[in-house]
């Protein structure tokens, strides 16, 4: 039992350490301004990484295709 206290003691030590992405200052959504902006960014550049594996996902697939039929004469 003590050493699970003593880990626990020792994460909230090392939590105290880290720097987090918003002012303790600001109160309401402001606080986390940065954690927001941050996460934006992040999903609009999933959606442009999915719709840029879609295209080239799908035109290759044609393209595979068209050479299958030009190959095997089909």
Do not use: H
């Not at 303790?24 to 960014?41: H, Q, R």
Request: net charge positive.
């Amino acid at each position: 039992m003590s050493r699970i206290r003593a880990y626990f003691g020792e994460v909230i030590i090392e939590m105290k350490k880290a720097t987090w992405p918003w002012d303790p200052k600001e109160k309401g959504f402001a606080k986390y301004k940065e954690l927001n902006d941050s996460t934006i960014v992040v999903f609009i550049a999933m959606l442009l990484l999915g719709a840029f594996v879609a295209f080239f996902d799908t035109a290759f697939r044609e393209a595979f295709e068209a050479l299958m039929k030009w190959v095997t004469g089909a």
